[in-house]
């Protein structure tokens, strides 16, 4: 099975600086799929972006961006001009389009923004 | 439109008994996938239901089961509760076309005692 890694259990950052969050995967497969999503106090799971593994460009969603290495099997998430309605656990997933629909979740990382 | 939704919000049970928990998907959405968070940890795939059949399971035992009705929403049972079992329960739905367009519901925290 696939397994996801984030190794930063707690992150803080400034409002307004800029904070990276880490996760590796490993897989045998060439072709599959990453997200970031944010999990707020309230619970309930939002997708914050998504990166297929075929495309060489990083995704971006605004403030939000990934540096994805298919080499190294690493994909960061990059948070810019941070707000205090960023502070959440992230979790990384791995979904492979060989399984379908399993999701496999790394264990997160709980996200401290300071004002 | 409507978003995910679950019910209920906390229950709490003992070891041994029965659970069962629901799930709305999101309006037009056909297949539901559940997930089981323990504290401090990431979602865990338990199954997922397309057509009212199952057609994806992760490492769970058969005592976790589900159903999917016709109107797509769909209920998670546990029977024989263990404290181990005692966790976020989380459903995600989305179109069997597109499976990386998952929503979540805000989950049901099961303590069991």
């Known amino acids: 099975a696939q397994t996801v890694t984030q190794s930063q259990p707690e992150m803080s950052v400034q409002e307004a600086e800029t904070v990276t969050l880490s996760c590796t995967y490993d897989?045998?497969?060439?072709?599959?799929?990453l997200f970031w999503y944010k999990q707020p106090p309230s619970r309930q799971m939002i997708l914050v972006i998504r990166?297929?593994?075929?495309?060489?460009q990083n995704a971006t969603e605004n403030r939000f961006s990934v540096n994805f290495q298919k080499a190294a099997k690493s994909f960061s998430l990059k948070i810019s001009d941070s707000q205090l309605g960023d502070a959440a656990m992230y979790f990384c997933?791995?979904?492979?389009?060989?399984?379908?629909?399993?999701?496999?979740f790394g264990t997160g990382t709980s996200l401290t923004v300071i004002p | 439109e409507t978003g995910v939704t679950q019910s209920p919000t906390h229950l709490i049970k003992t070891r041994g008994q029965q659970v069962t928990l629901r799930c709305s998907s999101q309006s037009g959405h056909n297949t539901v996938s559940w997930y089981q968070q323990a504290l401090g940890q990431g979602p865990q795939f338990i199954f997922q239901y397309y057509r009212e059949e199952e057609n994806g399971r992760g490492n769970f035992p058969p005592r976790f089961s589900g159903l999917q009705f016709p109107n797509y929403s769909s209920e998670l049972n546990v029977n024989a509760l263990e404290l181990d079992d005692s966790a976020l329960y989380l459903c995600a739905s989305s179109l069997v076309e597109s499976y990386n367009e998952q929503f979540f519901g805000p989950g049901t925290r099961l303590t069991v005692l």
């Open positions: 990166q297929e593994a075929y495309k060489q």
């Open positions: 997933a791995y979904r492979s389009p060989n399984t379908g629909n399993q999701f496999y």
């Open positions: 897989t045998s497969e060439s072709d599959y799929y």
